[in-house]
T-cell receptor, first 116, second 116 residues
């Protein structure tokens, strides 16, 4: 069965600290997609990144970086030099390519609070 | 702004009633997805439509139904409402909707439903 686990429910950091949000997934499929979404206090869901199962290269986008490791079924997200505007709920999600549709299976989310 | 619009933004109704939530996808997107976000269940996939046809079904109750119209907008109908149906309902859209040409989903701002 497909499942996404975000073990960290809440994380609190002070501005300029680095923080890593963990994501562990389960799937029986060999082809799948992983995602991170951000939900700020305003409530909308903002797409951050998509990664397919054949691409294990790490990715960096500004202060954001993602570490995908198939061997441990993890897709962790690091924010470098955190800022107050990074405060939000972050969701990791999985979609299996073998499905007829392309629904996202979300983890429970990690609430990140960055204080100044 | 993701380009996905949802109306209404807020909806307050009573138990036993029926409501309709509306979603307009981004221009050019053929797939529409509905998700429910509640405190106890988290973010759950309900149903997907692709170019007017149902593509995949998730944890959607029999009291709920959806459709996608020829102009690609979609409606989610919730009937015989219960207190537990109170949640944030998101619509998302993507260009395609199958495993061959996967595209990320962009979410609307959501409709907050409160059942009293």
């Amino acid at each position: 069965a497909q499942k996404v686990t975000q073990a960290q429910t809440e994380i609190s950091v002070v501005e300029k600290e680095d923080v890593t949000l963990d994501c562990v997934y389960e799937t029986r499929d060999t082809t799948y997609y992983l995602f991170w979404y951000k939900q700020p206090p305003s409530g909308e869901l903002v797409f951050l990144i998509r990664r397919n199962s054949f691409d294990e290269q790490n990715e960096i986008s500004g202060r954001y970086s993602w570490n995908f490791q198939k061997s441990t079924s993890s897709f962790n997200f690091t924010i470098t030099a955190s800022q107050v505007v990074d405060s939000a709920v972050y969701f990791c999600a999985l979609s299996e390519a073998r499905q007829a549709g392309t629904a996202l299976i979300f983890g429970k989310g990690t609430t990140l609070s960055v204080s100044s | 702004d993701s380009g996905v619009t949802q109306t209404p933004k807020h909806l307050i109704t009573a138990t036993g009633q029926r409501v309709t939530l509306r979603c307009s996808p981004r221009s050019g997107d053929l797939s529409v997805y509905w998700y429910q976000q509640s405190l106890d269940q988290g973010l759950q996939f309900l149903i997907q439509y692709y170019n007017g046809e149902e593509r995949a079904k998730g944890n959607i109750l029999e009291r709920f139904s959806a459709q996608q119209f020829p102009d690609l907008h979609s409606e989610l109908n919730l009937s015989s409402l219960e207190l537990g149906d109170s949640a944030l309902y998101f619509c998302a859209s993507s260009v395609a909707g199958d495993r061959i040409s996967y595209n990320e989903q962009f979410f609307g701002p959501g409709t907050r439903l409160t059942v009293l």
